[in-house]
């Protein structure tokens, strides 16, 4: 009876590790999910079944590392595809920040560009200076007069003292 059960044991092993070659031959072919997981789900073996068997789980980890057939896509696992979406939801709000710069920086040069071109108004220092060209131009100005009047104060006194010259010269 012992050796009944353990030839029973063995026929057991063998249709399970059967169904495992199976499956990893039906996920190749199809380009489906390889992993420990799906594999056991798929030959209705337990998980721990393939872990215990290291010659199963060397075929799955090999299936695992051959790229899918042509024409089949490799199916994504949903934390992944969550990752994914997580990451482009992040990168679009980085770029869209980015977008908002360079349209506010776009903005300002074009700006600065249509007002200097229009000729409706100066940046601020040509403004500044032309302040200041005319506040010296003020000043010469007054300076000028100031240099008249003093320039007929002095032929004034010339007058004088030729008057005075005269009236000496001709006195004595």
């Known amino acids: 009876m012992k050796t009944t059960m353990i030839d029973g044991r063995r026929a057991d092993s063998a249709r399970r590790r059967e169904r495992v070659l199976k499956a990893i031959d039906d996920a190749l072919r199809t380009g489906g999910d390889v992993t420990v997981s799906s594999l056991a789900r798929a030959a209705r073996v337990d998980r721990t079944f ?3 068997h290291p010659d199963l789980l060397e075929r799955v980890h090999t299936a695992a590392a051959t ?3 042509e024409g089949h896509r490799a199916a994504a696992s949903r934390a992944s595809l969550w ?3 997580a990451n482009a ?3 679009n709000t ?9 349209e506010k920086r776009l903005s300002q ?3 600065e560009s249509v007002w200097s071109d229009s000729g409706l108004g100066a940046p601020v220092d040509i403004d500044r200076l032309q302040r200041q060209v005319t506040a010296l131009e003020q000043q010469l100005a007054q300076t000028r007069y100031e240099l008249d009047e003093r320039g007929d104060e002095l032929d004034a006194a010339r007058a004088a003292n030729r008057e005075l010259t005269r009236t ?3 006195g004595s």
């Open 67 to 69: 790229p899918p057939p």
């Open 168 to 170: 000496l010269n001709h």
């Open 94 to 102: 980085r770029l869209r920040g980015q977008v908002r710069r360079l």
């Open 109 to 111: 040069a074009m700006g």
């Open 83 to 85: 990752s994914d979406l």
């Open 50 to 52: 393939l872990y215990r």
């Open 89 to 91: 939801l992040e990168r």
